[in-house]
């Protein structure tokens, strides 16, 4: 017997395989990376990979290709990134859309989570409670008393049932026991804008969707909804100052590869993807579009993505949405 088992032939294999990740890890990667954005060319996702793949590219010496495939709530690129080798070649970035929010609102989903390596928590978009200016709400505790007063009658539009700007305005009706009606939409845009004509009278959307109505006046902002104030807009609260122990849904903007991809390799990719995060030609263009840096290692990844089904667990059964077909 031997320090690696029972069998010294056990203990030779696994050398042998501690030894192959490392030679891989040395000398990857020898050809283009390709990152599979489980999102539309041009949404903040998509722009965040955009920023990060230069500045990633040149310390691998090798391309970094984005491909968008788009559809299916982000199920499509996660279901082929699936299927792929773990060798580093194949990477993707999405959202808690197709990690977690799926398998409570689908029936059936084509993948598992294990189905893939998590390797960093890129950034968590700022998100902000935003309302039409006429409404009667001059601070977040007015909007609420507001909301008590009228149940059912406060409407808000989101880019459909079960995304994360849904999601989060259901975990803050269940903190405060308010009641708001709720108004799908097929795009973000078009629920954006209906704020601003009167059709509804709130959103909740990422900061940097928005930043331009904001500065025009078209549309207020009345809270944010992370646990502190957004630096880039000071004197607007948190959501936490008057609800108190409010946790938002996750949106996370997540790189993963497929599983067993190898820990050098998953390393190097979080070592590299962090350090184009804050590199100096793309940390401040991050900074001014709302986005706040995680940059995580895929130990903390993982249990940000363990935390996140428990809250979004709560916030679906709370809601009373059943899956989907």
Request: with cysteine; proline share 8%; charged share 15%.
């Amino acid at each position: 017997m031997d320090r690696f088992g029972s069998c010294p032939a056990w203990g030779a294999g696994w050398l042998v395989l501690c030894c192959s990740f490392a030679l891989q890890a040395q000398t990857y990667p020898v050809k283009p990376v390709r990152v599979i954005a489980t999102v539309a060319a041009g949404t903040a996702t998509d722009i965040t990979m955009r920023l990060m793949a230069p500045r990633m590219a040149e310390a691998f010496g090798q391309p970094i290709i984005v491909e968008n495939v788009a559809a299916l709530g982000g199920s499509m690129g996660a279901e082929r990134v699936s299927h792929l080798a773990p060798d580093g070649y194949n990477l993707m970035i999405t959202t808690p859309s197709s990690q977690i929010s799926i398998f409570f609102l689908k029936k059936q989903v084509p993948y598992k989570l294990a189905d893939f390596t998590p390797i960093t928590a890129a950034v968590e978009p700022v998100t902000a409670l935003l309302i039409n200016p006429n409404l009667p709400a001059q601070a977040l505790t007015e909007f609420f008393e507001h909301a008590r007063r009228n149940p059912g009658k406060l409407s808000y539009g989101s880019p459909g049932v079960g995304s994360v700007f849904h999601l989060v305005v259901e975990a803050l009706q269940s903190a405060t026991g308010t009641r708001m009606l709720h108004v799908p939409y097929k795009s973000l845009v078009t629920a954006i804008n209906d704020v601003i004509g009167g059709q509804t009278d709130f959103t909740v959307v990422a900061l940097g969707n928005a930043r331009a109505q904001i500065a025009s006046g078209k549309l207020r902002a009345l809270a944010v909804m992370e646990g502190q104030r957004y630096a880039g807009l000071p004197g607007v609260p948190s959501v936490s100052e008057i609800v108190l122990n409010f946790e938002k849904p996750a949106s996370w903007f997540g790189l993963f590869g497929p599983a067993g991809l190898p820990p050098p390799i998953t390393q190097r990719i979080q070592q590299e993807a962090a350090r184009a995060l804050h590199a100096p030609e793309v940390r401040p263009k991050l900074d001014a579009s709302g986005f706040n840096v995680i940059a995580n290692t895929p130990e903390e990844f993982t249990a940000m993505i363990k935390r996140g089904f428990e809250v979004y667990g709560a916030v679906v059964k709370a809601a009373g949405l059943q899956p989907e077909d």
